[in-house]
């Protein structure tokens, strides 16, 4: 989604800017723009172009055109307007002496753009944002952070702003509601953007903007501001990220790279959870009489995220005998859920920015719901607003296509049931024991899974040039199919779907015919008979079937599959842990003989701060 960077210091920014810019490439855009504030003309220079940065930033031969020391930039994700130099932020207003950039939806802006044309203002965008721009200079009267107080007052909607105003040089307001927004701390000099990569390379101290808040950055300082525009104080928080953790580091991809990682960020994730033969929460302490009244369950994300719930379900209701129920962030809020305060509420999301998601967590915070959420990016929007979080501790992640951040996501949601169940007293000690055993011998057994990559890339060789692909499975293979057709289709453009297996012959099945590539998962050995079944079911209306199973499973699958893929034997808890893992590689390679750009596929955004 759209990425927002801001400085004002001593250096030139522009070359600031547009690098900024390139390391918020990864959230999705389809053109980008600087405006700053051109000292010699006495105006804001504003530039901008549809396509990828590099444009941009030849157009400005990478920023040495411009002569400033304070601007914004932006990379646009289309939603009012298709994506155009005109509709590229910053946007401007009439005399062009405001610029702003956004990220998010201003919700009412027709009814303020037809306000604003009755008073003779000219609009030349399409795009919700100009009315911000316009609206400033409406109420301008000589104190630009008084008139974008009375512009706050009459949006509505979700905003990060990042603001210049000509008679204003030595200063850049911020702005954010429901849209994330960093500031950034240097020395001599202060940065907006819309998260921490953007900045990282000129200082880790960073302040977390909450909803409602604005702030004014000038040089010397960042002065930050509540919504009544009374000042106050701002946290600083040092970033401990390695700046190398979001570079690509050798490899052609980011994902490769994060698939790569996976088997490091789960030692992360899971050694200082496991100690002494215990699952340890340090921190985590579910309210008493939630434990002991405890009858609900949900859990809320969108796509992959929502995969990781998926397979949760199965985990906690085995575990802990209550029942859950798994929901889409977009859909929780309109089903009328039923949450109280015996609700236990857990939210999953890798960037923890989700807009869906995030309005899920606030719906069930208003309906009484205790909610522990499952993040990655420390100090995000859905970490910060939540009652309790579990950090995944994954690293950054920057590809498109979510790898390590599902993985650790899912074994800490996996690690958290055994805990709840231990709390509840609904596993044995045996089972226990065995299972937190076996989440030692996860990162081990990834590597071997990685070792043996060449081999799901000669599968790659042999399928990459199918147009529909079916992913098959029951129980815990259903939901891991959902993962592996989503990481396909989201990368190759290839159309799949991911079918309970038992559910094919209710319509789908009608869909097979020679050559369909079906990839039929049965890891899950309690339903390893029924999984065969469904092979040879559509084995015999011609499909070409990709396996994966187990390797003790290997010989009998062979005999009716086509080719077949293994992971290592693994307790039942982490199968889709570790089964994932030739998905996301056959997915990628698909891919990548297809000649598509992994890291950035169309339409796609990472994170996604839009309804
Ligand atoms: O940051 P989140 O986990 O909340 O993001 C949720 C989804 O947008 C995300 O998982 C998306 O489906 C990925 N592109 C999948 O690879």
């Known amino acids: 989604m759209c990425g927002i960077v801001g400085y004002i210091g001593a250096e030139q920014a522009a070359p600031i800017l547009l690098d900024g810019l390139s390391r918020l490439e990864y959230r999705g855009y389809d053109s980008a723009g600087v405006a700053v504030f051109d000292a010699q003309a006495g105006a804001l220079a504003v530039h901008k172009a549809k396509g990828r ?27 009012h307007g298709a994506p155009s130099d005109v509709n590229s932020h910053p946007q401007v207003s009439r005399s062009g002496k405001i610029a702003v950039v956004h990220n998010g939806i201003i919700e009412n802006y027709t009814e303020l753009k037809a306000f604003l044309v009755a008073q003779g203002v000219p609009f030349t965008s399409e795009t919700d944002t100009e009315v911000v721009a316009q609206l400033i200079e409406y109420f301008y009267e000589g104190d ?154 949900y859990i809320v994300a969108c796509g992959s995220s929502y995969h990781v719930g998926v397979v949760g379900k199965y985990h906690l209701e085995r575990l802990t005998r209550i029942p859950v129920e798994v929901a889409l962030g977009s859909e929780f809020r309109y089903m009328d859920p039923i949450v109280d305060e015996n609700t236990l509420v857990i939210v999953i999301s890798q960037s923890g920015e989700t807009l869906d998601t995030m309005a899920a967590l606030r719906e069930a915070r208003r309906l009484g719901g205790h909610i522990l959420s499952i993040v990655n990016v420390v100090g995000s929007s859905i970490a910060r607003e939540s009652d309790q979080v ?9 590809a498109v296509a979510t790898t390590k951040a599902y993985t ?63 992913f098959i499975g029951r129980n815990l293979d259903f939901a891991l199919g959902l993962e592996g057709s989503l990481k396909l289709k989201e990368i190759s453009y290839i159309h799949s779907e991911a079918y309970a297996a038992g559910e ?12 369909t590539l079906v990839v039929a998962l049965s890891t899950y050995g309690r339903l390893f008979a029924k999984a065969m079944n469904n092979v040879v079911e559509v084995k015999a209306r011609g499909a070409d079937v ?45 891919a990548l003989m297809r000649g598509c750009d992994i890291d950035r596929p169309r339409n796609l955004a990472k994170s996604v701060t839009v309804e």
């Open 53 to 79: 940065l590099q444009v941009l930033s030849d157009q400005l031969h990478g920023g040495a055109t411009l002569n400033s020391t304070v601007g914004v930039g932006h990379t646009r994700w289309a939603t």
């Open 504 to 515: 094919l012959k209710h319509g789908t099945i009608s869909l097979i015919e020679d050559g």
């Open 144 to 297: 630009i952070l008084a008139a974008v107080g009375r512009v706050l007052r009459r949006i509505q909607g979700a905003y990060a702003l990042g603001i210049l105003c000509a008679d204003c040089p030595g200063q850049l307001v911020a702005v954010r509601k429901d849209s994330p927004l960093i500031l950034g701390y240097g020395q001599g000099c202060n940065f907006i953007a819309s998260d921490v990569t953007a900045i990282l390379r000129h200082t880790r101290r960073v302040g977390y903007m909450e909803d409602g808040e604005l702030a004014v950055l000038t040089r010397e300082g960042i002065q930050c501001y509540n919504h009544l525009i009374q000042p106050i104080e701002k946290e600083i928080t040092t970033v401990d990220w390695e700046i190398d953790a979001a570079e690509k580091g050798g490899y052609e991809h980011f994902m490769f790279k994060e698939i790569m990682e996976q088997p490091e960020a789960l030692r992360r994730c899971l050694s200082p959870r496991i100690r002494d033969g215990e699952a340890v929460f340090e921190g985590l302490s579910l309210p008493p009489d939630l434990l002991k009244h405890l009858h609900r369950i």
């Open 546 to 590: 990709l396996s994966l199973t187990t390797q003790s499973c290997r010989e009998e699958v062979a005999h009716t599959a086509d080719a077949v893929m293994t992971i290592p034997d693994i307790h039942q808890l982490l199968l889709p842990c570790l089964g994932v893992v030739p998905l996301q590689l056959f997915a990628y390679y698909v």
């Open 390 to 398: 579990l950090y995944t501790w994954a690293g950054p992640e920057i």
């Open 408 to 470: 650790t996501q899912l074994a800490l949601l996996s690690l958290l049931a055994l805990w709840l169940a231990r709390e509840l007293d609904t596993v044995s000690d045996e089972e226990y024991r065995a299972t937190l055993a076996a989440f030692q011998e996860l990162p081990g057994k990834m590597e071997e899974v990685l070792s043996r990559r060449d081999d799901i890339q000669y599968f790659a060789s042999q399928y990459f040039n199918h147009n529909s692909i079916f």
